[in-house]
Structure formats: structure tokens, C-alpha cells
């Protein structure tokens, strides 16, 4: 993590527990100042006196959602009218699922859990911050693992890099976790396929040179990550984030749809996905799958666009 | 891809070989629109062979659904694993598509 400079953020929740917890998770990070306010109130009112005087500006201000008087959607919004530049993000105890209609209705397109690991919370603020370390497997294992590709240069290739990555998963997850792990492949493997390049849904396609898709593997001391990758970069933020709230919160033309569940099942079935997209340039997926065989309900929602 | 058709009346029961994947299940919809077009009232979809359920296979199983429907009879799958049934739960669509 670049520390060459020290991100001054501001932390808004109502639970003074949780306040000082993140105090002292970004307090003990090299790089991080965190001040702390127990309202959106408060949090506006520091604002005014440190962050619009050029006092002593924040780069970043993370809010909880569920607060009493001014739910965090109401902070973004007030601090938005402030400082249409100050880069904000969401977190919360709850079910994330439970937010995904309000994150759509107000273009939110991150919401972390408080119960991430603490460095995960911290490289994803700083991620947010920074813009920086977002495309990359690398980003999202430790330092050393290896990174092994695997060309997909038609559907019969991707059955085979499926196949390969299963192998090497075998014996890590259990079976629960490979049935998502092989779910997330073949949704995001095909989307990269049918979807980014205009081919029709089930046909045997071969890619042409300039139409490239990828996926990478790695694993570390705890978990198994996987990129699936093509250079088309037609997929949209919005439309990930509506794609996510038709599985979570669908309507009778939702259900009886033939498609649009691709994303829904693989958030679903694996233990954590980000979406990184480059506009007309690259899409990335990671799907991450811990070796523990915890499984967390509530899942953050990573869609970052450069 | 294999599959095995046993009818009884207008009961159609179809059990594939192997694994429905991106790249064959046009063949299975395919096959499904012939039984309906041909008559068939109830058409069940045998998956003792199939242990994974992907999105396309998925929205394909609600076409046929909805096609029978239509023609006033019934789409229903059977020998559906513990990871399927897992699956039709968190997309809703097991209060769409019978499981017998």
C-alpha cells in the first residue's frame, strides 16, 4: 500500500464501539488519519469547519448506513451538495442485499461489511481513495503468489480453463465452495465470451485476434482468486448493479426472464466479487473463495470504474 | 448430447447424459420445443445426470415452462441435487418451475 502520503478521512457511525474500532483499525494503518463523528449531523458540521475552509480537507468519508435521523444514503447526499468531489463510501453491520435498491436509486456502487477483514476494509478504502490497485489479480493476494493465465481463445478453451482451475481448487474448498467457484467461472467466463463480444447466447464461438479473453488464477495462504478478463469493456457499472438488484429483488418479468442471473448467482455462490471496469477498454471480474469453510451471508458490493 | 426420451400418453420424461452446459443446451431446448410441438401435456426433465444449474440452462428452463404453460400443460424437473435446489431457492424460480 503506497504510504507516501497520509489520507485524512473522516468515519461516521452512531456506535461509539464501532467508531473507535475504525479509528483504530486506520489509526494503526500507516498512511491514514481518521477523525470520527456519531451523526450525519456532526459529520456535515466538521465538514464545514475543517473540509470546506481548506482547513484540513478529508479525502475520504465512510459512513454507516443505519444510523437514526440521517441514514448513511442521507449523509452522501447532504456531504455531495457540500463537496461534489469528496470521494465517500458505504459500510454496515447488515445484510448488504438489503441496501442494493437504495445503492441503485442513488448510484452507490460500494458498500463494505463491517465484518471484512480489517485489512480488506482498509485496502478497499484506500483502493477507493487512490483509484490505484484496482485491475490486477495481484491486488488481491498476497505478495508472491503466482499468477498463472490461461488463454480462452474459444468456448472449447474455456470448458478446458474451467477444468484446470477446478483441479487446482480440489483440494482446498469444499464441495459447497467448488460448486460456486465452478458457477462463478462458467457465468463470468460465458459473459466475457457472448456478452462483451456480441455473440448469440450457446453457439460455438472462436474469438477473433483483437476480442481477448482471459482468466488467471492464484492462491495464497487463505484463498483462491480468480480473474476472468476481456478487453471489450462494454459492461457498465449501472448495469452490474441492475443486474444484482433483478436477482435480489426481482418482479414477475425479473422471474420469468431467460437471462440476467449470470452475476446474481455467481455474488451469490462465491464468497466475494469485484467488478472492475475500463470503459470500452477492459472488464475485470474477481471471484475470490476462502479456504475456511465460513460462509458469510452478507457480502460486499466492489464495483469500481475507472 | 444424449437423451433418453421415455413417453407415457402425453407425459414426456427426458433424461440427459450428461451435463448441460453453455454449449449444448440449445440442443436440450430444442429437443424440449419437439416434445411440446408434437403434444406433449406434461414434459419432465430428469436431472440425476446433471449436477450444476447455470443461469442459461436456468432462463431456458423458464421458456419451456412458460411455452407449456401456454398450451395449458406442465414443465416440471426431477432428481435435482442438494446445489441445484440451492440454486432454483436463490433465484426464486423453484416457485416457477415444478420440482418433483
Given amino acids: ?306 | 448430447m444424449e437423451i433418453e426420451i421415455t413417453r407415457d400418453g402425453s407425459v414426456s420424461l427426458l433424461k440427459p447424459s450428461e451435463e448441460i452446459h453453455f454449449d449444448n443446451y440449445k440442443e436440450v431446448e430444442a429437443i424440449l420445443l419437439k416434445e411440446i410441438d408434437e403434444g406433449a401435456k406434461e414434459v419432465v426433465v430428469d436431472l440425476s445426470n446433471v449436477t450444476t444449474l447455470y443461469s442459461m440452462t436456468l432462463g431456458m428452463f423458464n421458456n419451456i415452462a412458460s411455452k407449456i404453460a401456454k398450451k395449458g400443460g406442465k414443465f416440471s424437473i426431477t432428481n435435482i441435487n442438494s446445489d441445484i435446489r440451492r440454486v432454483l431457492k436463490a433465484t426464486r424460480l423453484d416457485k416457477l418451475i415444478q420440482i418433483k
Fill in chain 1, 1 to 306: 500500500m503506497n504510504t507516501d502520503r497520509s489520507f485524512h478521512i473522516l468515519i461516521v457511525d452512531d456506535s461509539r464501539t464501532v467508531r473507535a474500532f475504525f479509528a483504530d483499525i486506520f489509526g494503526d494503518t500507516p498512511g491514514f488519519r481518521p477523525d470520527t463523528a456519531a451523526s450525519g449531523a456532526e459529520a456535515i458540521e466538521i465538514l464545514k469547519q475543517n473540509h470546506l475552509t481548506d482547513k484540513d480537507p478529508y479525502d475520504f468519508l465512510l459512513t454507516d448506513i443505519n444510523m437514526p435521523e440521517m441514514d448513511g444514503f442521507a449523509v452522501i447526499d447532504a456531504v455531495k451538495e457540500l463537496d461534489p468531489e469528496l470521494k465517500t463510501g458505504m459500510i454496515t453491520g447488515f445484510n448488504v442485499d438489503d441496501y442494493i435498491k437504495m445503492a441503485l436509486d442513488k448510484g452507490v456502487f460500494n458498500i463494505i461489511c463491517k465484518m471484512d477483514d480489517p485489512e480488506d476494509i482498509v485496502r478497499t478504502v484506500h483502493n477507493l481513495i487512490t483509484g490505484d490497485h484496482i485491475f490486477g489479480l495481484g491486488n488481491y493476494v498476497e505478495p508472491g503468489a503466482e499468477i498463472i493465465r490461461i488463454q480462452v481463445t474459444d468456448t472449447a478453451a474455456l470448458k478446458g480453463a474451467v477444468n484446470r482451475i477446478m483441479d487446482a481448487a480440489e483440494s482446498k474448498l469444499n464441495e459447497d465452495k467448488l460448486y460456486g467457484l465452478k458457477t462463478g467461472l462458467v457465468e463470468m467466463g460465458t459473459n466475457a465470451i457472448y456478452h462483451a463480444y456480441g455473440y448469440e447466447k450457446g453457439s460455438q464461438v472462436t474469438l477473433k485476434e483483437s476480442e481477448e479473453v482471459a482468466l488467471e488464477y492464484a492462491m495464497d495462504s487463505e484463498k483462491l482468486a480468480v480473474a476472468i478478463l476481456d478487453v471489450s469493456g462494454t459492461l457498465t457499472k449501472e448495469r452490474v448493479l441492475t443486474q444484482l438488484n433483478k436477482g435480489i429483488n426481482p418482479t414477475h418479468e425479473d422471474l420469468i426472464a431467460a437471462g440476467g442471473r449470470g452475476i446474481y448467482l455467481t455474488r451469490f455462490l462465491c464468497d466475494k466479487v469485484v467488478v472492475n471496469l475500463a470503459s470500452r477498454q477492459r472488464t475485470e471480474v474477481i471471484l475470490i473463495m476462502n479456504f475456511s469453510d465460513d460462509y458469510k451471508e452478507s457480502k460486499p458490493l466492489l464495483i469500481n470504474q475507472i
